[in-house]
């Protein structure tokens, strides 16, 4: 899943500008950082504990600047359930988290916990350690000159982002019924379909509430930018057979957002689809989708 993320970089401005030009694409002090910590990931088994990290002030100092500016943006912008679940979720605003430190309070809650990532990690993993109560996260943190964007998820987009959705067991179920999912599928075509899914949904999805557009897609609350501009989108209905017939954008801001209505609804809609989806049926609208695929 993680190897689809934005190419191109925004500036504090929110400007789009080429992906070589972001500080934390170019700056080889910063390189060298983060490889450190994804090289600790080689060889990590699922479940394994996470290495303790030793955090330096400006890390630190990173993560306090975005903590503030997306508590606000969360309050502005995101609906009520991840509202609720963020009042439990333990999301610290002073410093960058241990895994252990939020893994201990996530199985209080919900029964998940955080298992290590260096980066990209291939669909069949990713995605069906879920079942398991396994979620992937990262410990590196974004480049410090722009705080409030990342071309690639940071420990502040696992933790803040998909840290509140495992808060609250409503969305810890959603997690674990695409873990099943996976778990039961055979191709890599059949994967690729069920990700497209999970990126629509539990990524980058939004609901309408009082009239407005309001997020509960991890991506988009880890996501400064993209808050403010939810109505610059298009806006769909909840459709999971157009999710798959839809391409995502890779080089910036995610244009087209589907719009779940309400909690109840992505639930509904998601159980019915994921519990009959299987390579059979992804076979199917596969050849569907190659017929019209939608942009």
């Not at 987009?157 to 599928?185: E, K, M, P, Q």
């Not at 209905?237 to 910036?252: A, K, Q, W």
């Amino acid at each position: 899943m993680n190897d689809v993320w934005a190419r191109t970089p925004v500036t504090a401005e929110g400007r789009l500008g080429p992906a070589a030009s972001h500080p934390g694409r170019c700056d080889s002090r910063y390189r060298a950082r983060r490889d450190a910590l994804v090289r600790g990931a080689r060889g990590h088994r699922v479940g394994d504990p996470s290495p303790v990290v030793e955090y330096s002030e400006a890390e630190h100092a990173t993560w306090r600047a975005v903590h503030a500016a997306l508590a606000g943006a969360h309050r502005e912008f995101a609906c009520r359930a991840v509202l609720e679940a963020g009042e439990a979720a333990p999301i610290p605003a002073d410093h960058v988290p241990q895994h252990a430190e939020v893994g201990a309070a996530l199985r209080r809650l919900t029964g998940f916990d955080l298992t290590l990532a260096g980066g990209f990690v291939e669909n069949r993993r990713f995605l069906g350690s879920m079942e398991d109560g396994y979620f992937h996260a990262v410990q590196f943190v974004r480049h410090p000159a722009i705080p409030l964007y990342t071309p690639e998820p940071d420990v502040i987009h696992d933790v803040f982002g998909h840290g509140i959705h495992l808060s609250s067991n409503r969305f810890a179920d959603l997690y674990r019924l695409f873990g099943r999912t996976a778990a039961r599928l055979g191709t890599g075509e059949a994967l690729d379909l069920l990700s497209r899914v999970y990126w629509f949904t539990l990524e980058f999805g939004v609901m309408a509430e009082d009239g407005a557009v309001k997020a509960y897609g991890a991506a988009l609350l880890s996501s400064y930018g993209e808050l403010g501009r939810l109505d610059r989108c298009e806006i769909r209905e909840l459709d999971v057979r157009e999710m798959i017939r839809t391409h995502y954008r890779v080089s910036g801001y995610q244009p087209v957002l589907f719009d779940a209505r309400s909690m109840e609804y992505l639930t509904d809609t998601l159980a019915d689809f994921l519990e009959g989806f299987d390579d059979e049926e992804a076979a199917r609208l596969a050849a569907i989708a190659s017929a019209g695929d939608r942009s």
